[in-house]
């Protein structure tokens, strides 16, 4: 018989599980499975049950862990986050999440600038123009005058908008007459929307494998201290794919990592191969990425009305022709890969769920492919979702950090469907939680599952706390294809857990205690 490495007692050890008809009715509690001890081998569970029960598998070798009161969940599943730039922004990168004004940012580039040797870029992330006090966006001007001897590059928030100043667009040979597909650019006031950006990084020094390296383990590191204990990393290229195997054949990957690898880089009509597939215990990679539309607190979203108070395009931005983007998904489909479409507003999710129902009706498959975010789905969207056994990757935190710009942006009529969790249940789907981190400053899968219980767009659209503890544990293993592995509490699952200092009884009291990964 084999014996146990771990045993976990006295406290609360819970498993949410996969009652639809509980989900869908937001039960309180019913959807919790709750056990007295457990016990891991060689990195997976062993047993779970009665501590009685489980004395048997104790050997004197056995290490006991006594939670001493505290709850046990299985680790949790960032479906959707940017791994590396998390990282990169607790490293290198100048963070301006958090500047409340153009002041502000202007005085931050600057103290920047004169740190850096001439001709050094200047590369930055997370400003937000709802939040700034001017209540518009950095001019190229103005970052001249900050940043006179480098080039700038500022990326909004949402990663779909970015702000550089002449150099930039010199170094890049841009001009008020270039034009690229799926983007547009603001020649005078230096604002870049969509696939715009690639011209400008481009033209930037390429990263190396160490500085990706880097910046990947300062992002798992960080992700891991909120348990986290696997995560999906989408828009991988092939440069940062080869950091990870990397990482990975020499053993250093903290927390599981599942990549979803970008087939249309920004910039131009350049398509990435597909890749090579890669499986292990901590690195998965079986699946790939397109963008549909660009971001909802931007306003550059594709959605079928006119935004309110956009200096951008009044409708958003549609990405692909739709004929384009389904052969480049049909290519993937029959491949044999996972999909995982960033798709957000109405007309994106019009054009992404037709292609999807053109795939399986060509290539019936059971792959169940993925829309990343799915913020504005009408009543259609969410029966075809349903119908296709689609999985669907929202944002929870997003109701708490972006709340004044959807307020800001969107027309009245969309409001209460703006990332509406609650319909998402209702309509019988397998919904994965996620950050998008940096996207938004808190990555925390706590505070995430606080906004989903507590700030909908609108009164009755939060969600239950069964719910959402499913969604950032289960769902997310089923959104990477490996509900056997991970997200539950069952023998042969991965020995991946977080443990809290309490339970959500009291949401603010509730913090990370500790996260063991392969029962360490």
Not at 240 to 252: F, N, Q, V
Not at 333 to 357: C, E, K, M, W
Not at 466 to 485: K, P
Request: aromatic content about 8%.
């Amino acid at each position: 018989m084999v014996k146990a490495d771990l045993l976990i007692h006295g406290g609360a050890i819970l498993a949410p599980v996969n009652q639809l008809p509980l989900l869908q009715t937001g039960k309180a509690r019913g959807g919790l499975a709750q056990h007295e001890a457990l016990a891991t081998a060689n990195g997976r569970i062993l047993a779970v049950g009665k501590l009685a029960d489980l004395e048997a598998l104790i050997s004197p070798n056995t290490k006991r862990f006594n939670l001493e009161g505290r709850t046990l969940l299985p680790g949790f599943n960032d479906a959707h986050v940017h791994v590396w730039k998390v990282g990169q922004l607790r490293t290198t990168m100048l963070d301006l999440r958090g500047v409340t004004s153009l002041t502000e940012l202007y005085a931050k580039v600057s103290e920047r600038a004169k740190a850096l040797n001439p001709g050094e870029w200047l590369w930055g992330r997370g400003w937000n123009e709802a939040k700034l006090a001017e209540q518009t966006m950095p001019s190229k001007q103005a970052l001249d005058q900050a940043s006179p001897q480098n080039p700038v590059l500022l990326t909004r928030t949402c990663a779909h908008i970015h702000a550089v100043n002449s150099r930039a667009l010199q170094i890049a040979k841009v001009d008020r007459h270039t034009h690229v597909p799926g983007g547009e650019i603001d020649f005078d006031k230096g604002i870049l929307f969509e696939t715009a950006y690639g011209l400008v990084f481009n033209a930037m020094p390429a990263p190396t494998q160490a500085d990706y390296q880097r910046w990947i383990l300062a992002g798992l590191a960080y992700l891991k201290s909120l348990g986290i204990t696997s995560a999906t990393d989408p828009a991988v290229d092939p440069a940062l794919y080869a950091a990870y195997r990397s990482l990975d054949k020499a053993g250093r990957l903290p927390i599981r990592v599942n990549l979803l690898y970008i087939r249309r880089p920004d910039g131009g009509t350049k398509t990435f191969p597909l890749p090579e597939k890669y499986r292990s215990d901590f690195l998965r990679c079986d699946s790939v990425k397109f963008f549909s539309d660009g971001g909802l607190s931007g306003a550059t979203a594709a959605i079928s009305q006119s935004y309110r108070n956009t200096e951008g395009p009044s409708r958003g931005v549609l990405r692909f022709e739709t004929e384009e983007l389904y052969q480049l998904a049909l290519e993937a489909h029959s491949n044999g890969f996972r999909i995982g479409t960033h798709s957000i507003g109405d007309r994106a999710l019009d054009q992404v769920l037709s292609v999807y129902q053109r795939l399986y009706q060509t290539k019936p498959s059971t792959i169940r492919h993925r829309i990343e975010h799915f913020g504005l789905p009408g009543e259609n969207h969410l029966a075809l979702m349903k119908q296709m056994n689609t999985v669907a990757v929202p944002q929870p935190i997003f109701l708490h950090e972006l709340r004044e710009n959807f307020r800001r942006y969107l027309p009245e009529d969309f409001i209460c469907r703006c990332y509406n969790l609650k319909a998402l249940f209702d309509a019988g789907l397998t919904v994965a939680f996620s950050s998008d981190g940096p996207v938004v400053h808190e990555v925390s899968p706590v505070e995430g599952i606080k906004a989903a219980i507590n700030e909908p767009m609108c009164k009755g659209n939060g969600v239950s706390l069964d719910q959402a503890l499913w969604a950032y544990t289960q769902g997310g293993a089923i959104a990477q294809g490996d509900q056997g592995n991970r997200g539950s509490i069952a023998s042969g699952r991965w020995a991946d857990f977080t443990i809290l200092n309490g339970f959500f009884e009291d949401l603010d009291s509730v913090g990370i205690y500790q996260t063991l990964v392969a029962g360490a």
